[in-house]
């Protein structure tokens, strides 16, 4: 895959949410959102990006890496600290 399009859906008390990211490897641009908003962006620009943002009121981090030489990035998040398991 040459685009990073992650999906989680976490629970957060008692409800579900949906996490998206969006990273461009032409131009860098990262979006996250949660349940279809726009909650943080940045660019991945050589060395890994963190971009930390809430969820349900729970603090969550989303950390973006090049992979395969700058081909394609790796995603990943961590919601209150734990590592969140991607959708497949």
Known sequence: ????DHV???TVAERE???EIDHSSMTGKILVSVDG?????GRL??????????VGGVPARIKVDYAYSGL???SSLHLDGRYV????
């Open 1 to 4: 895959m040459s685009e990073a």
């Open 8 to 10: 989680w859906r976490v």
């Open 17 to 19: 949410h949906e996490v």
């Open 37 to 41: 908003e726009q909650v943080g962006d």
């Open 45 to 54: 620009w050589f060395t890994r990006k963190e971009i930390d943002f809430q």
């Open 72 to 74: 394609a990035a790796k």
């Open 85 to 88: 398991e991607p959708l497949r």
